[in-house]
C-alpha cells in the first residue's frame, strides 16, 4: 500500500491559487488512474483533474468551494500495489561551484588598528592593512604624517614612515589633530633654573624654559624693532567681491583641485601686483644700499605650536591666482604637518601676517628682518558701509603696513597699500578657474 | 612580422582563418564584391570566391539567425554588422538563440559577429554606439575587443576557432589610425586574458579599445610632468573578464581609475569596480574612479561629440586627482 | 500491422498501404501524448505550460512523412506528430515535458526546445519565427557543403508577422536555399483571431512577395499534406529553392492547458470537428479496407501501453542535480 497525494495543479505560469468547484468522488470510492477526481476554477481556465494513482480516496483534505495555493495537498489516494511512486527527490546536490570569474583571492578586509582614529582622518584600507601587518597601533597611525588630501596619510606616507622608523631616524611629532583654528599659545616645559628659585619661589612662580625656536623669535623681533624705525598705515578695504567669488567658487573649486580656497591666495596676488608697481617695497638695506629685489619671493606667517614659522613662496612674480593658490595651499599643508625644508622658510622679500583669524581688526606686525615692510590683516566682518551716497551691508577689513621708515615713508607706504585695496576692491568676480 | 594598420590585421586575420578551414566563411552587408564598408573584406570575395564570401540582404536577424544555424551544423562564419549601432536589429538572434543554444542542447555554436564600434569619427546617435554592456549582460556569449594591431589579428584567430558565439567589437577610430607590428602565421591570443600595456607603480588604468590609446597618452604626460607612473592595462577580453589582471595590477598600485568610451551608468566599469571592492578592498588606498563617456547619445556636432566622449585630457585630470587623495 | 518504428524514409510518391496505416498510427500517437501531456499537467506534474497540436495531426504528420532520413526538421510548438514520425522516443518526449536531468536539455528546457542531432530535429524556441533564419542557416550550410539535405520549418498565423519569418524566408529565397516553410493557420493566435492578425487574404501569397511559390491546402488532410509537401521538398532538393505551404486547421484546444479559448464561437468548434483528421483519415482507410476495428484497436493498445511505459519511465526519473545548475553555459 502506498499513499498518493493528489495536489492543485498550477493552470498556468502566473497562477498562485485554484479553487475546488466540485468532488466527483467522495471518500471511501475507488478511483482509476486518469479518472476525473474533481474540478477546479483558477482565474484563467476552469479543469477537471483526472486522478494521479489508481486506489482508493482516502482522504478529501479541502472541500468545495475553498481556494488553495498552488501545489497544496488536496486529497490522498491510497493505491493497492506500490501505485506510481511520487518523483524521487533530486541527488544530493554537492554546494553550488563557483562560477568561473573571479578567484576570491582578495586581501582579508582592513580591520582598524585599534579605535576610530580620534581626529577623524581617513585611513584607506590598504593603509589599515599595513598598520596592522607592521603592529602599529591606532595611537601612532594618528601621528603618521600624510600628504594626502586634508593631510591624509597615503601608502608612500606609510611606507615613508616605515622606512623612517626601520632606519631609527627621529621623525617629528605630529600633532593629534589638524587643527581649523591655530593652537592657542604656545606651550613650554618647566625648567630647570635653581639660581632664580630664590627671587620666584614656587608655588606662587611657575618657571618655564623658553624653546630655542621661542629663543631665537624673540632675539629677531628684538633685533628688528632695533634695526628699523617703525611706522604704521591702516587701511579699510571692502572685501565683498572677494567674498562672493570665493562663496561662488569654493565648492567647485575643492572638486577641481582637491583642496579649499581661501582668502590668501587672492591677497597674495594683488600684493604682487603692487609690488610690481612699487618695487621700492620688495628691497632690503645693507648700510648705505638699498637692494632691490628683482624677484618677489612672499612670506606668509603661519601659527604652529611650536612658534611662529614664515614659509616663502618663491617667485610669485611668475604665477598666477592658481599657481598662488597651490602653492599657499602646499606650504600650510607642510608647516601644519611639519614637513618644511629649510629652504622654505628662508629667502622671503615681503611678508603677510593674517591675524585676522583671531579676531584682531587691527594690528601692528613687526617688520620681518631683512624686509622692508610686512602686511597685516585683520577679521572680515559685515559692516554698514556708505557706498554712493547710499548705504550698504558689505565686508570690511582694515590691513596695516607696518614699514622701515628708513626707507619708506608714509607717502610710500600709503600709496602700496592703496593699490592693494584698489586691486582686491575691482577684483573680477567673472573670474573662472 | 609586419608593420599594417589595425584594419588590415583584423583582415589578415580572417584571411588566414579561411584559408586554413574551409568551413570559415563571410556573410555580411556588401561586404563581397564591394569589400565591405569600410573594406575590411576587400579582396576576399575575388579570392575565396561567392561561395564563401556572401553578400547577404539588408536582415541583420537573417545574417545572425542563419549564422547560429550554420554553425549549428558544424560551420564557422563569420558574421559582419556594418555598425555595431545596427546589431539591435538582430539583437533578438543573438540573445535568444546563439547565447542560450550551448546551455540547452549542449551544442557549440562557434560564430563570430563584427561589429564596427565607437565614435569620434563625426558618426552620429547612429554611427557611433558603443553597445558592448548590453552583450555583456548575456551568459553564454563571449565579447573581445582588441586595441592594437597584433591583438586583433590574433583575437580574430581565436575568436573563430572558440567554439561559442564571440562578439568582435572593432573600433572605427584606430581602423586606419594606429600601425603596428604583427607577428606572421598562427599567433592566437587567448580570449580572456588581458595585457598590461604600460608598467608603473603609482596608479592604475584599467580600459580597452579606443580609450587604451588614450590612456598611454595621459600616462606619458603624467610620467614627464608630474613624475607619477602610471600602470596601464588593456582588457583585450570583456567576458570573460581577466580578473586576475584586474586584481593584481589593483594591488600594485593601490589607485585605478577605470576608463571605457561606452556611457558610465551600466557600462561594463561598473561591474569591474564591484569585482575590485570584492576581491581587493584591503589593497584601495583610495576610492575607485571611472571616465567614461556621459549618459547621452553619441552627437554629431564636433563641440558635442568632444564634450560627452573621454578623452586624454579628461583621463589626465582624473589621474592627478586621484594620486592626490 | 505493426507500425514502423525507424525514422521515415524517403519514400515514393504515391505510398504504399503500410505507410498509409502508418500516417494513421503517428496521427493518433500525436494526439494521445498530448492527451497524456494535458493529464499530466492538470495532475501538477508538469509545470509551466502544456500545448497540445489538437486538430494539427495531419499537418504536423503529413509534412514530416515527406522527408528523408538527410533532412532537417525545425518544428513548432504543436507539432508533436512530426517529431514522432522523425523516431522521437516517448521516453525522451516525457523527460523533456518533465523536466528531468535526462532530457535532451539535461533539464534546462521543457516541452518540445531541444535539439536532437542523430534525428536532425531543432525544436523551437518561445520567440515565435526566430528559428526562421536558423533554418535558413542550416539550409545554407547544407547547400554549401552540397549535402542535398532539406529544411522543413513550421510557423503559426501569428508567427508570420514577426519580424524574423519575413527576413529569414526572404533570404532563403534570394539564396535559393533548400527551405520548405509551412505555416500552420490554425485561426488563432492565441485569443486573436486571423481578422485581427493580418489583412492578407491567403498567407501563401506572401510567397509572391518574396519570389516563390506558395500554396493554400485542406490541413486536415493527410493525404494532401503529404502530397504537397512532397512536391516541395522534392523541388527544394532539386535546387529550386522554398516553397511556402499554408496548411488550413483549427485549433480544437485552447492556447495553452491555461487557456479555455471561450472566446472561439463554439460553432466553430462543431464545424470543425466534423473534419477531425484522424476521424477523416480513419473513414478512409476503413473505406479502403486497410483499417478495421481489430487493427484500429491493436494500434490503441499498443499506443496505450507505450505511452504508459514513457511516463512511468519519466516520472521516476530524477531532476538534474541542483549543482548542475552554472555548468554548460559555454562549449569547452
Known sequence: MARIDVVMPQMGESITEGTIVKWHKKVGDRVRLDETLLEISTDKVDSEIPSPAEGVLSEILVGEQKTVPVQTVIATIETDGKGTAPSPPPADAPPVASVAAATARGASPASPAAAAPSSGRFYSPLVLNVAREEGIGMDELERIPGTGEGGRVSKKDMMAYLAAKRSGAVLPARPAAVPAAPPAGITMKPADAPELRAKYPAPEHEILQMSNVLQKMAHHLVQSVHTSPHASAVHEVDMTPIVRHRDAHAAEFDRSQGFKLTFTPYIVEAVVKAIKKYPLINSSVEGDKIIKKNFINIGLAVASDSGLLVPVIKHAEGMNFLGIARAVNDLVTRTRSKRLLPDDVQGGTFTISNYGVFGTLIGTPIINQPQVAILGTGAIRKLATVIDEGLAIRSMAYFTLSFDHRIVDGALGGMFLDEIVRTLQRFDTGLRF | MAVMSYIEAIARGMWEEMERDPSVFLIGEDIGAYGGAFKATRGFFEHFGGERVIDSPLSEAAIIGASAGAALVGMRPIAEMQFADFVTCGFNQIVTNAAKMHYRWHLPVPMVVRLPSGGYIHGGPYHSASNEAWFFHVPGLKIVAPSTPSDAKGLMKAAVRDDNPVLYFEFKYLYRRIKGDVPDGDVLIPIGKGEVKREGSDITVITYGSAVHFALEAAGILAKEDGIETRVVDLRTLLPLDTELIIDSVRATGRVLIVHEAALTGGIGGEIGALIAEHAFGSLDAPIRRIAALDTPVPFAPTLEEEVLPGTGKIVKALRDLSRF | ?332
Open chain 3, 1 to 332: 500491422m505493426p507500425p514502423s518504428q525507424t525514422p521515415a524514409k524517403t519514400k515514393r510518391s504515391v505510398l504504399s498501404n503500410a505507410e498509409r496505416l502508418e500516417l494513421y498510427y503517428y496521427m493518433r500517437l500525436a494526439r494521445e501524448c498530448d492527451n497524456a501531456v494535458l493529464r499530466l499537467y492538470r495532475q501538477g506534474k508538469v509545470a509551466g505550460g502544456a500545448y497540445t497540436g489538437a486538430g494539427n495531426e495531419a499537418t504536423a504528420v503529413g509534412s514530416a512523412y515527406a522527408l528523408g532520413e538527410q533532412d532537417y526538421l525545425f518544428p513548432m510548438h504543436r507539432d508533436l506528430g512530426a517529431h514522432l514520425v522523425r523516431g522521437q522516443s516517448l521516453r525522451n518526449i516525457f523527460l523533456q515535458q518533465l523536466g528531468r536531468g535526462e532530457s535532451l536539455t539535461r533539464g534546462r528546457d521543457g516541452t518540445g526546445h531541444y535539439a536532437d542531432p542523430s534525428l536532425r530535429i531543432y525544436g523551437n524556441v518561445s520567440h515565435l519565427a526566430s528559428m526562421i533564419p536558423v533554418a535558413a542557416g542550416v539550409a545554407l550550410a547544407s547547400k554549401m557543403r552540397k549535402e542535398n539535405s532539406v529544411v522543413m520549418n513550421y510557423i503559426g498565423d501569428g508567427g508570420s508577422n514577426v519580424g524574423d519569418f519575413h527576413e529569414g524566408l526572404n533570404m532563403a529565397a534570394v539564396m535559393n536555399l533548400p527551405f520548405v516553410l509551412i505555416i500552420e493557420n490554425n485561426q488563432f493566435a492565441y485569443s486573436t483571431p486571423n481578422s485581427r492578425q493580418f489583412a492578407a487574404q491567403k498567407l501563401s501569397d506572401r510567397g509572391a512577395g518574396y519570389g516563390i511559390p506558395g500554396v493554400t491546402i485542406d490541413g486536415t488532410n493527410v493525404l494532401l499534406v503529404y502530397e504537397t509537401c512532397r512536391k516541395a521538398v522534392d523541388r527544394a532538393r532539386n535546387g529550386g529553392g522554398p516553397t511556402l505551404v499554408e496548411t488550413v486547421t483549427m485549433r480544437m484546444q485552447g492556447h495553452s492547458a491555461a487557456d479555455d479559448a471561450s472566446y472561439v464561437p463554439p460553432a466553430m468548434i462543431e464545424e470543425w470537428k466534423k473534419k477531425d483528421p484522424i476521424e477523416r483519415w480513419e473513414r478512409t482507410l476503413t473505406a479502403d479496407r486497410v483499417l478495421n476495428e481489430q487493427i484500429s484497436g491493436q494500434i490503441g493498445e499498443k499506443i496505450h501501453a507505450a505511452i504508459e511505459d514513457a511516463v512511468a519511465f519519466a516520472l521516476a526519473s530524477p531532476y538534474p542535480p541542483a549543482g548542475e545548475a552554472a555548468e554548460g553555459v559555454y562549449a569547452p
